[in-house]
Structure formats: C-alpha cells, structure tokens
Nanobody
Framework: QVQLVESGGGSVQSGGSLRRSCAAS????????MGWFRQAPGKEREGVAT???????PYADSVKGRFTISQDNAKNRMYLQMNSLKSEDTAMYYC????????????????????WGQGTQVTVSS
C-alpha cells in the first residue's frame, strides 16, 4: 500500500542542475525520516540527504552546499534540488522512507528505511 513514486531524473552536464521529486502515498507516521539514497556501479548505497519529522535535514558531506532537500506543506512530497552537479554524482537515486524515530547517526544509513521508490538514473557528463 505504501508507494514512493519518483520523478525528475535525467542527464545533465557538469555544473548543471536537476530537481527530483518523490510522492508518498499510504505512509503516515508522526515520527519519520524521508530522503534520497544513491548507488553508483561498484559502490555501496549511500545516503544523500534526508528530512525528518524533527525538522533536521542531514546531508552527506559530498553534497552539502550543493543539494537541498525539502517537503511540501502536506509532507507527502519531497524534493531534492541538485545544483553544481559533478560527474561523481552519477548514480541511481532512490527515495526512501522510515517510520518512527531514527537515530541521528543512522539517518543517512539505508538500514532504517522500510520503503523505497523505484529509483531513477542521474547521469552527469563532462
């Protein structure tokens, strides 16, 4: 019943921007985290950015200052604005959601996240 539907992937040149969107349905929780993860070939999945019900928005060091995560007023859609994209940002990007409280140190760890979107490719070329 819980679905996360993503949009906004694509290909851009280095330095360009993309905006990703993830719409959640069937997901209600007073305490939660939602966010984006990515996985490049030969790499482990890594957390990119999350937004949690306590208002915190942790970012991976590699994207801090370039990416911005946000939610709409209804909290059922989140966005990832990606600016100053680099070739190393090339990966499959997934949105994900976790019910309940997530410890700070785990908010960019995939383990607490129960629900996942289908993933879309982001390719950044020189």
């Amino acid at each position: 019943q819980v679905q996360l539907v993503e949009s906004g992937g694509g290909s851009v040149q280095s330095g360009g921007s993309l905006r990703r969107s993830c719409a959640a349905s069937g997901f209600t929780s007073s305490n939660y985290c939602m966010g984006w993860f990515r996985q490049a070939p030969g790499k482990e999945r890594e957390g990119v950015a999350t937004v949690c019900s306590d208002g915190t928005t942790p970012y991976a060091d590699s994207v801090k200052g370039r990416f911005t995560i946000s939610q709409d007023n209804a909290k059922n859609r989140m966005y990832l604005q990606m600016n100053s994209l680099k070739s190393e940002d090339t990966a499959m990007y997934y949105c994900a959601a976790a019910r309940g409280w997530v410890l700070w140190r785990l908010r960019l760890n995939s383990a607490p996240y129960n629900y996942w979107g289908q993933g879309t490719q982001v390719t950044v070329s020189s």
